[in-house]
């Protein structure tokens, strides 16, 4: 993530601001420029062919600017929501807000990537989309169909959250991790289904097409396997060819957002940023050589507070490899 100023005051400003807190302007984001505009009392901006705040707003706190001539109103991120908590439901829309900021920041990575993003408007077989769904009032499985997305609301509880991640042995899990995670099964189809690295694929991860409910009996009966940490880089991974590229796909995202806001605040070099790739085998055996002494401090950093590690994983070769794999599809999209 980027350094934000406000363009009129220069005070820093944080990803999710609507309001300088400094000279209190409102402010919008604005996707394509990657930077932040203000935005008069009327909500528009004082542009040529002007913008307004989208209309999440005030339900979701959304800070992003949409076209006056949006049909919906949403920004190119909230318009990724196809259903979502009714306006009633006071439980659950909290926790929605918290699901679409960190869509927002997914949806961000992406651009800056230059991951297309297909939604379902163009695309309504298997586009882009998001369910956010609230188990308060029946079950809710979070997961990856066909371009659908779905995210049980409950991840937003962080106590809720964090049950289940001692319940499931899990080292990490965030809101932002399972985004990141469930676009990479969508980012499959995308990138490397129906693609020349297909063979390259199943060389490194596995055949996608093994039979899903045989393989998540067999893991949740049986675990992991011994040795596990030689190959992939989550015990989840080894479940299924499809989870191992989901999770490489995931922690591909983790390093790159934040080598790019380390440099972005001068603990990383300033080639790191998203805004200058690194291309091609060196460019990928670069941001490994940033990432490896990056992690290592900041995990020190977090116990100096009494806190877990930030990155609580080792990359091992077989899982750098495969995720070389990632960086060369991204790049190539």
């Known amino acids: 993530m980027r350094d934000f100023l406000c363009p009129n005051c220069g005070q820093r400003l944080a990803f ?8 209190g302007s409102n402010l ?3 996707l394509v420029a990657r930077d932040f505009v203000q935005v008069g009392l009327d909500g528009l901006t004082g542009e040529q062919l002007p913008r307004v705040m989208c209309a999440n707003l005030n339900i979701a706190s959304c800070n992003w600017l949409v076209s006056t001539g949006s049909p ?3 920004c190119s991120a909230c318009s990724l929501t196809r259903t979502r908590p009714s306006d009633q439901d006071l439980v659950a829309l909290p926790e929605f807000a918290a699901a679409e900021a960190a869509k927002r920041r997914l949806v961000m990575e992406l651009t800056e990537l230059g991951l297309p993003i297909t939604g379902r408007d163009v695309d309504p077989e298997s586009g882009l989309c998001f369910d956010l769904l609230s188990s308060q009032h029946a079950p809710v499985i979070t997961g990856h169909d066909d ?3 779905t995210l049980d609301l409950a991840e937003s509880d962080d106590v809720h ?7 499931m042995a899990e080292p ?11 676009t990479g099964h969508y980012y499959f189809s995308v990138l490397a289904e129906n693609s020349p690295a297909r063979g390259e694929f199943q060389v490194l991860f596995g055949d996608p097409d093994l039979d899903y ?6 893991h949740y009966s049986q675990g992991a396997p011994i040795g596990w940490e030689e190959t992939y880089v989550s015990s989840y991974a080894t479940m299924h060819p499809a989870e191992d590229w989901a999770e490489t796909f995931a922690h591909y995202l983790h390093i790159r957002d934040t080598i790019d806001t380390a440099a972005a605040f001068g603990i990383a070099p300033a080639g790191a940023t998203l805004d200058r790739p690194m291309a091609g085998d060196a460019g990928f055996d670069r941001m490994i050589e940033i990432w490896l002494p990056l992690s290592w401090s900041l995990n020190m950093l977090n116990r100096s507070m009494g806190h877990p590690d930030l990155y609580p994983f080792v990359l091992a070769p077989a899982v750098l490899e495969k995720m070389r794999l990632v960086h060369k599809l991204v790049a190539a999209a």
Do not use: K, M, P, W
């Open 16 to 23: 999710e601001n609507s309001v300088c807190l400094s000279c």
């Open 28 to 30: 919008g984001f604005d």
């Open 72 to 74: 919906v109103g949403l």
């Open 147 to 149: 371009g659908v997305i």
């Open 161 to 167: 959250r964090e049950q289940l991640r001692v319940s």
């Open 172 to 182: 990490y899990r965030t809101l932002l991790g399972h985004f990141r995670h469930e």
């Open 213 to 218: 409910q045989q393989a998540l009996d067999r």
